[in-house]
């Protein structure tokens, strides 16, 4: 994967919490963000796929392509960080409306949490700061796909085999066991 962006500026950052959120129409989101799940899910839908972001989930939305959502848990919380990249399908071309789990989901929450708190106090290096954030996400993100799909199918089988008649073997937790993005 050739990973190579360039953020032009950081427009928002901010984190909320909420029983009210839903994305009830086909609309197309001004910037490229990233989004990290801290409670609940989401299902999104774009024209070409669907996709569930939960907990420890990071949310890659291009801010080119439409999509909506809704809330499959009552409530729901996460971090956005809005970006603009110089070219405008940049975000999209290189990674594209996806969902990567990630291991270590509190040592991310705790980083978006400062980088919440950075922007509202607004110094006069807070963009570098977040963009070498986003880069540094972006990177642990595409480093810890590789190193999963080193993952074999054979060892997924295996666990199968092995936990066969557990009643609670789903396609869920397998995708939460070997960090696989479930897409509907």
């Given at each position: ?134 880069y540094s996400v972006l ?46």
């Amino acid at each position: 994967m050739n990973l190579d962006l360039n953020i032009k500026k950081i427009a928002n950052v901010y984190y909320i919490k909420t029983d009210v959120w839903k994305r009830d129409f086909f609309d197309t989101r001004y910037y490229d963000g990233i989004v990290l799940f801290e409670e609940g899910e989401i299902e999104y839908t774009f024209p070409d796929k669907k996709l569930v972001a939960m907990k420890g989930d990071f949310l890659f939305l291009p801010g080119n392509i439409p999509y909506s959502g809704k809330k499959l848990t009552e409530t729901v919380a996460f971090y956005v960080i809005d970006f603009e990249c110089i070219s405008s399908n940049e975000f999209s071309d290189v990674i594209g409306a996806s969902v990567h789990t990630m291991p270590k989901y509190d040592v991310f929450g705790e980083k978006f949490l400062r980088v919440v708190e950075m922007w509202k106090k607004q110094h006069i290096d807070v963009n570098l700061k977040i963009k070498a954030f986003v880069y540094s996400v972006l990177s642990d993100t595409v480093t810890h796909h590789e190193s999963c799909n080193t993952t074999s199918a054979s060892k997924i089988l295996d666990y199968i085999c092995e936990n066969v008649n557990e009643p609670s073997l789903c396609v869920k937790k397998l995708c939460e066991k070997f960090f696989i993005s479930l897409i509907l």
